[in-house]
């Protein structure tokens, strides 16, 4: 396949296959890349249906490991838009591929952009939620969170300025959306994510076995099939 690594800004980014009218935007998840296996995969399916694919790292992955830049909401948020609008040069038809953090990111970013199509992978539809769950699990209170600024967790270092920032910025998706979940995800509930999907008449499948990190090769094939019939 065709592969263009380049920088949009400071942004390591990748383009996969050739000149398309239409184009995706892959956005990693949590501990991942801009070439990771879930992203070589979509890219390889969506080339071969006529797409071009745009992946790129977000902060502190990848090739921006060492980057002092958190790899919060608001940067995050910025970051994309500036994706978008590199990506405006080259389609004006732009679909969107997300991974966990990457499907959050993509929806608070993109909310009010005229998104043709959207695909989730184990999305992360409510950071509220997510936080606050977080809090509850390793027992941090509000009022702690405030005065330490930062508490690092076994899961995820928890920041006041993102918490404030996702309350401040609530998300309102309704672009075509299909979502692929895990009936085991342990940071998303069903009940969030299947709320979530019927807000948004988004259409869900649930694989039983999968928890939220798709890894196996069973869980893989089953991506590869997703995606084939949503494409």
């Known amino acids: 396949m065709e592969i263009n690594n380049f920088m949009i800004g400071n942004i390591p ?22 070439t990771d ?22 902060p502190e992955h ?11 909401a608001q940067n995050c948020a910025h ?25 959050y990111f993509s929806m608070l970013a993109y909310q009010n952009e005229p998104i043709k199509r959207a695909l989730f992978l184990s999305p992360i539809v409510d950071m509220k939620h997510l936080i606050e769950n977080m809090m509850k699990w390793f027992n941090v209170s509000k009022e702690q969170l405030e005065k330490e600024q930062e508490v690092t967790t076994p899961i995820n270092t928890l920041y006041w300025h993102y ?6 910025h609530p998300v309102k998706w309704d672009k075509p959306t299909a979502l692929l979940y895990g009936a085991k995800d342990e940071l998303s509930e069903y009940e969030t994510v299947s709320a979530f999907a019927e807000r948004c008449n988004a259409n869900m499948t649930v694989l039983d076995d999968s928890e939220h990190f798709f890894h196996t090769e069973r869980q893989l094939d089953f991506l590869r099939n997703w995606l084939h019939e949503n494409i």
């Open 37 to 58: 296996v879930v992203i070589e995969i979509v890219a390889g399916i969506a080339v071969e249906k006529g797409y071009r694919v745009l992946s790129f790292d977000l």
């Open 163 to 168: 918490y404030q920032y996702v309350l401040r």
């Open 79 to 103: 970051d994309l838009a500036q994706i978008m609008k590199y990506a405006r040069t080259l389609s004006d038809e732009i679909s969107v591929f997300g991974c966990s953090i990457g499907a």
């Open 62 to 72: 990848g090739d921006r490991k060492e980057e002092s830049r958190l790899c919060d």
């Open 13 to 34: 980014s990748v383009l996969w296959g050739p000149v398309s009218d239409n184009l995706l935007i892959a956005v990693h998840g949590n501990q991942s890349n801009k």
